[in-house]
């Protein structure tokens, strides 16, 4: 039977998000609001739960499940921006929106699209959700809830306990959150898809969809891997065709004279010759070498 918490909207009582983060660390699976509507919920890892929670939607291996994230910076940890899109999805978040992006090593397999190697993630803004996120300190598995069958997603708390009281562990009811769902963009192929229209506004991301994906740094999760680099273009990839053709053309001309000198050590200038052979006024003052040691000092000592 799932345990149903009512919570305040605006000041969530610590206690009992306390709780409910006990719960998902037990393994359980949640209903909880967002921002756009109600969504199902477990840890990050959790096998059972995303299969639970798969069973539940009636979704294949082919659906992305998301990555509810507190913040942009542990967004970076488990999906590579790249940065035409950085300063739009950070501009767009926390919102309704999820971003399907290429996964980290972070990201368990079983999450991860079976071809496309990417995963949804969002920011939310709901603030009972936020406090939840916080207390966690890692994302939450999600999907919206919409069952099979159904148009719209439910919205009110107590139906969705009454309705899944077997099929959850725990029903968070924070008042009516609304029934349109979240907006999600594509960023995994070379210019962004949107994939379904909903509660986030999609002005700011069509106007990417011109522009052609350069090759560039990667916000990856804390610092650049080679993977990521090689994936987006980056610091690991080849040199252009240009900058190869001029460094060959370099090398070239360099062997050429190397070639024409028989790589025979570099001569002397002939004043060089001429200084050693020169007769030394002081032969007594001469270095292991044989140079010329001229010194005042030693010149007054030795009269």
Request: with cysteine; hydrophobic share 35%; net charge positive.
């Amino acid at each position: 039977m799932a345990r149903y918490f009512d919570i305040h909207p605006a000041n969530p009582q610590r206690r009992a998000i306390v709780q409910i983060a006990d719960i998902v660390r037990a393994g359980g699976v949640i209903a909880y609001p967002t921002d756009s509507c109600y969504a199902l919920g477990c840890q990050l890892g959790d096998t059972d739960g995303i299969t639970r929670i798969r069973s539940i939607r009636g979704l294949d291996d082919r659906h992305h499940l998301t990555l509810v994230c507190q913040d942009f910076a542990q967004l970076g940890q488990f999906v590579y921006v790249p940065n035409p899109v950085f300063r739009a999805i950070k501009a767009a978040t926390p919102g309704s929106y999820t971003f399907i992006l290429p996964a980290t090593k972070e990201v368990p397999r079983r999450l991860q699209h079976p071809r496309k190697k990417t995963v949804g993630v969002r920011i939310p803004r709901h603030v009972v959700t936020r406090a939840l996120l916080a207390e966690l300190g890692e994302p939450l598995v999600s999907s919206t809830l919409l069952l099979p069958g159904q148009d719209e997603p439910m919205t009110q708390g107590w139906e969705i306990a009454e309705l899944l009281d077997h099929a959850v562990d725990a029903v968070i009811d924070s008042g009516d959150c609304g029934t349109e769902p979240t907006t999600v963009i594509d960023f995994s192929g070379p210019e962004p898809e949107i994939v379904r229209r909903g509660a986030g506004d999609t002005s700011g991301f069509e106007a990417l969809r011109g522009l052609s994906r350069p090759a560039g740094l990667v916000i990856g999760p804390g610092l650049l891997s080679r993977q990521s680099r090689r994936r987006e273009g980056g610091l690991t990839a080849r040199p252009e065709p240009r900058r190869r053709e001029r460094g060959d053309q370099q090398r070239q001309q360099h062997g050429q004279q190397r070639a024409s000198t028989g790589n025979r050590p570099e001569q002397r200038p002939e004043i060089c010759s001429e200084v050693q052979h020169r007769p030394r006024p002081f032969p007594f003052l001469t270095t292991r070498s044989g140079s010329s040691c001229f010194n005042a000092a030693s010149l007054a000592l030795r009269v």
